[in-house]
């Protein structure tokens, strides 16, 4: 079993509809991260979370540490907002990173 | 400023032949990483460093070698290429994690294809 589960995998979702985007986890983490990779394949980084809820515009993150898990959610989503949401953690005592596989979002016009 | 600079962006290689991918980066960070991308795996840590000198391996290490000599520069080095080494290459640094919650910031990567 992975230490990273993501889910879903692929998602599709019409302009405007609200999305969720899961991630769990099986090991002790200092933080988790979200990040979004563009088609070109550009990464960056969207939230860092160690607790609670962070928000950026249109984009909410939330972490439950007693259940290892969490949700990236998208607001009046846009086409714009197709790429892949990668989840990933460093895990406790370590400068190691670990990731999730991915969910690729298509947003229909 | 210019963040995190991979070179080279595309590279195609012979079994057994050798290269280095270099990976620099103009904020003075502590740490940097190098990650390998293959279909379905996600992101999987080869090799990381924590400051000039200090090298420590990550989940895939394997067949690469780094070295830390100045805090900018962070190459990864593939002695003998194998067919198993095609993915797509990512460097990514920040400052040392764990303190004040840090975010990576990655290259463009390097799309390399082991023939």
């Known amino acids: 079993k992975n230490e990273v589960e993501q889910s879903p995998q692929n998602l599709t979702a019409q302009e405007g509809e609200f999305i969720t985007i899961n991630c769990s986890y099986s090991?002790?983490?200092?933080?988790l991260h979200w990040l979004q990779q563009h088609p070109g394949g550009g990464i960056v980084s969207l939230f860092m979370?160690?607790?609670g809820k962070k928000k950026h515009g249109r984009l909410i993150a939330t972490i439950n540490i007693q259940e290892k898990h969490s949700s990236l959610h998208i607001t009046a989503s846009h086409p714009r907002d197709s790429a892949v949401y990668i989840c990933?953690?460093?895990?406790?005592?370590?400068?190691?990173?670990?990731f999730g596989t991915g969910t690729r979002l298509k947003v229909l016009a | 400023n210019a963040g995190v600079t991979q070179t080279p962006k595309f590279q195609v290689l012979k079994t057994g032949q050798s290269m280095t991918l270099q990976c620099a980066q103009d904020?003075?960070?502590?740490?940097m990483s190098w990650y390998r991308q293959d279909p379905g795996m996600g992101l999987r840590l080869i090799h990381y460093?924590?400051?000039?000198?200090?090298?420590d391996q990550g989940e895939v290490p394997n067949g690469y070698n780094v070295s830390r000599s100045t805090t900018e520069d962070f190459p990864l080095r593939l002695l003998s290429a194998a067919p198993s080494q095609t993915s797509v290459y990512f460097c990514?640094?920040?400052?040392?994690?764990?303190?004040?919650?840090?975010?990576?910031?990655f290259g463009n990567g390097t799309r390399l294809t082991v023939t």
């Open positions: 460093s924590v400051g000039a000198g200090i090298t």
């Open positions: 990933h953690l460093l895990i406790s005592g370590t400068y190691k990173y670990i």
């Open positions: 904020m003075n960070h502590e740490y």
């Open positions: 979370l160690s607790s």
């Open positions: 090991v002790g983490i200092s933080a």
């Open positions: 990514a640094s920040s400052y040392l994690p764990g303190q004040g919650m840090s975010p990576l910031h």
